[in-house]
């Protein structure tokens, strides 16, 4: 739990703590919905006799119950229930749904099998980073959120190659995989220890609490900020830069991936370090360093004429994402006291999901007036937004 000595914080090791370690398997099993199966596609458009368009609906099923029940978890999070009695049923809900796609041949079962996978997933980011915030405190908190960055990263990086290769024996073997968020669930409610909110306030008191802590200067700021790196990441980078490789420099899909799994894992390794940085600099200082990387990495993108020049945006690009996430994580963490934290990480978590929409359909209509060239100048731009949103937090 906190630690009131700083100096013994510093000294203590958080990547051995097992609660830290549990939140880790729990990070690792909910990520992997949507990365492990996608190299699968191709072979099941083939053997379900399927559109390439339907395809897809096994990704927007899967997410569609996150946009509309995160929130409610977390009020359910915050008040009777309490932490774990939301994780341990949404770990099952996830493991067993999941594996249950294994021995599914129907396009139709499957994606309510993938619903209900959805439901068990809904919850589990935001409460593995409120639960983040209620064992940790400080410099300790940022680097517990680097840490958990760090192994998200890592599982992104690592989940499309080990799909890739299950798929390779049938379409239906990546689908194996969700299976060992069932154990993980047992390991919650045996060894997990978090302090469980105390919570008698009147639903409608608590949602009032809230709303006002999310109108403050700095919260609205740090949300307005993640709302930009998301449009950034997931427009500017996630979709643009994949084009940029393929069109402009006829790039095969597996160095498109190799570029990808890059930044996941440059951006693990500067998670992995920010206990380190957070000694050195301060938080609003590693956020700043990190804006000017992002807009130093999409300004270099368009000028490269070669293509193993490209590394050099991607480590920067790396650099920044490993460093600004989980701080704001941390911020937004330490600003709701513990019976509100689980509500006021999972709006906030809503927020993200915001930009994560957006960031697509705006950079397509970016392209289509400046170019393809125009979406990293244009996700530049919205960096430098974002070191001035912070200065004016100051």
Same mark, same amino acid.
């Given at each position: 739990m906190?630690?009131?000595k700083e100096?013994?914080?510093?000294?203590?090791?958080?990547y051995?703590?097992?609660?830290l370690?549990?939140i880790f398997?729990?990070?690792l099993a909910y990520?992997m919905?949507?990365?492990s199966?996608?190299p699968?596609f191709p072979k099941m458009v083939k053997?379900?006799?399927i559109?390439?368009?339907?395809?897809?609906?096994?990704?927007?099923?899967?997410?569609?119950?996150?946009?509309?029940l995160t929130?409610?978890?977390g009020v359910?999070?915050d008040?009777?229930w309490?932490r774990?009695k939301?994780?341990?049923?949404?770990?099952?809900?996830f493991g067993?749904?999941?594996?249950l796609c294994?021995?599914?041949?129907?396009f139709?079962?499957l994606?309510? =099998?993938?619903? &209900?996978?959805? /439901?068990?997933?809904?919850? *589990?980011?935001?409460?593995?980073? !409120?639960i983040?915030?209620d %064992?940790?405190s400080g410099?300790?908190?940022?680097a517990?959120m680097?840490?958990?960055s760090s192994?998200?990263?890592?599982?992104?990086?690592s989940?499309?190659?080990?799909g890739?290769?299950?798929?390779m024996?049938?379409?239906?073997y990546?689908?194996i995989?969700p299976?060992?968020?069932v154990?993980?669930g047992?390991?919650?409610?045996?060894?997990?220890?978090?302090?469980?909110?105390?919570?008698e306030?009147?639903i409608?008191?608590h949602l009032?609490?809230?709303?006002?802590?999310?109108r403050?200067?700095?919260i609205?700021? =740090?949300l307005v &900020?993640?709302i /930009?790196i998301f449009?950034m *990441?997931?427009?500017?980078?996630m !979709?643009c830069?994949p084009? %940029?490789?393929?069109?402009?420099f006829g790039?095969?899909?597996?160095?498109?991936?190799?570029?990808?799994a890059g930044?996941?894992?440059?951006?693990?390794?500067?998670?992995?370090?920010?206990?380190?940085?957070?000694?050195?600099?301060?938080?609003k200082?590693?956020?700043?360093?990190?804006?000017?990387?992002?807009?130093l990495?999409?300004?270099?993108?368009?000028l490269?004429s070669?293509?193993?020049l490209?590394?050099i945006?991607?480590?920067?690009?790396g650099?920044?994402?490993g460093?600004s996430?989980p701080v704001?994580?941390? =911020?937004?963490a330490?600003?709701a006291?513990?019976?509100?934290?689980a509500?006021?990480?999972s709006v906030s978590?809503?927020?993200f999901?915001v930009?994560?929409t957006?960031g697509?359909?705006?950079?397509?209509l970016?392209?289509?007036?400046?170019?393809?060239g125009?979406?990293?100048?244009?996700g530049?731009?919205?960096?430098i937004?974002?070191?001035?949103i912070?200065l004016?937090?100051e």
């Open positions: 906190k630690c009131d100096e013994n914080k510093n000294k203590r090791k958080i051995l703590d097992t609660n370690q549990i398997g729990i990070t990520i919905g949507v990365a199966i996608t699968a053997e379900l006799n559109s390439a368009k339907d395809v897809g609906l096994l990704i927007s099923i899967f997410s569609l119950p996150g946009i509309l929130p409610f978890s359910v999070a008040r009777r309490g774990k939301i994780i341990f049923p949404s770990l099952m809900l067993i749904a999941g594996g294994f021995f599914i041949r129907d139709k079962l994606l309510i =099998l993938r619903l &209900i996978q959805g /439901i068990g997933a809904a919850p *589990l980011g935001s409460l593995t980073v !409120t983040i915030g %064992l940790y410099k300790e908190l940022v517990a680097g840490y958990n192994i998200r990263s890592i599982g992104s990086a989940y499309p190659a080990i890739g290769a299950l798929a024996i049938g379409w239906h990546p689908f995989l299976v060992i968020a154990p993980i047992f390991f919650v409610l045996s060894a997990l220890k978090i302090p469980e909110p105390e919570n306030l009147h409608r008191e009032n609490i809230v709303w006002k802590k999310l403050s200067r700095r609205v700021g =740090l &900020i993640g /930009i449009v *990441l997931f427009g500017s980078y !979709t830069f084009l %940029l490789l393929g069109n402009s790039s095969s899909s597996l160095t498109i991936g190799l570029f990808m930044l996941s894992l440059i951006a693990a390794f500067t998670s992995s370090q920010l206990g380190k940085i957070v000694r050195l600099f301060s938080r200082a590693i956020l700043k360093a990190s804006f000017i990387l992002y807009t990495a999409l300004l270099i993108i368009p490269i070669k293509l193993w490209f590394f945006p991607v480590i920067i690009f650099i920044a994402h460093m996430i704001i994580q941390a =911020l937004l330490e600003a006291p513990l019976k509100y934290r509500t006021f990480m978590g809503m927020t999901r930009g994560q957006l697509p359909f705006l950079m397509g970016v392209i289509g007036v400046w170019g393809i125009g979406a990293f100048f244009a530049a731009a919205l960096s937004a974002m070191f001035i912070m004016m937090l």
